[in-house]
């Protein structure tokens, strides 16, 4: 089995050195810094998705990385839940600063270290971000032809090449996904993911999120508090 963790890092590093413009542009950038820089290719995957997944976080989330990112962000917002603020209190960076990100205590089921954020769990969460991107529709055929084009000279390896077509051309699971978060904080943390992945500006995708929180059965004031976690943390355009 592929490195999950790692691969989760590619999915969601979106400031790399070298790529710049859209998500399109990045894309069409990205073989060839991969060739030329293979040390620089985090976040590769995410241009290649040719989709939202690809709109940059802000500093200090896109430096924590993959897993760390999802992690702080569903800290946070669980947190600030469970203390009862607003969710309209979210930390809200001031233009030209970072976004704060503190890591989750050692102890915490959110800590990128602890026992519910397996390899196997990092899959779920790199599945729900797939599954998220598709959610608009636009992936036919023959884009996904042109996905792996990229994902093939980006070179990931056999496995994890393997994994994203697969992911990409088969029907979304969401029973599996749903069953695969088997705690509250895993259940946070496989929303959250999906919420980084897309915004909801269109039905379809908004139709998903909605649907998606009410099979994990997440409150809706939780909810809301993710929401505006993760919209705080992404540079606005």
């Known amino acids: 089995?592929?490195?999950?963790?790692?691969?989760?890092?590619?999915?969601?590093?979106?400031q790399v050195p070298g790529l710049s413009g859209?998500?399109?542009d990045r894309a069409g950038q990205a073989g060839q810094l991969a060739k030329d820089n293979p040390l620089a290719t985090g976040a590769i995957v995410a241009a290649l998705l040719g989709t939202k997944t690809g709109r940059k976080l802000a500093g200090n989330v896109a430096t924590a990385g993959g897993l760390?990112?999802?992690?702080g962000l569903g800290y946070l917002a669980y947190k600030n839940y469970k203390s009862g603020q607003s969710p309209e209190a979210a930390p809200q960076p001031a233009?030209?600063?970072?976004?704060p990100l503190l890591p989750p205590p050692a102890d915490s089921p959110f800590h990128p270290q602890s026992p519910q954020l397996s390899n196997d769990f990092a899959l779920t969460l790199l599945r729900a971000m797939i599954a998220a991107a598709k959610a608009d529709g636009h992936i036919d055929a023959s884009e996904r032809?042109?996905?792996?084009?990229?994902?093939?000279?980006?070179?990931l390896g056999a496995e994890a090449e393997a994994f994203i077509e697969n992911e990409l051309a088969n029907p979304v699971d969401m029973d599996d996904l749903v069953a695969a978060a088997r705690t509250e904080?895993?259940?946070?943390?496989?929303?959250?993911?999906?919420?980084?992945?897309?915004?909801p500006d269109t039905r379809a995708e908004r139709g998903y999120l909605d649907l998606l929180a009410g099979r994990l059965g997440l409150a809706d004031a939780l909810i809301d508090h993710i929401d505006a976690t993760v919209s705080a943390a992404k540079?606005?355009?």
């Open 22 to 24: 859209t998500v399109r």
């Open 95 to 99: 233009p030209q600063t970072e976004m």
């Open 68 to 71: 760390a990112a999802i992690a």
């Open 145 to 155: 032809a042109n996905i792996m084009d990229k994902v093939h000279a980006v070179d």
């Open 1 to 14: 089995m592929f490195d999950a963790k790692k691969l989760l890092d590619q999915f969601l590093g979106s």
């Open 235 to 237: 540079v606005k355009a």
């Open 185 to 199: 904080e895993q259940k946070v943390e496989l929303y959250t993911a999906t919420r980084m992945t897309i915004d």
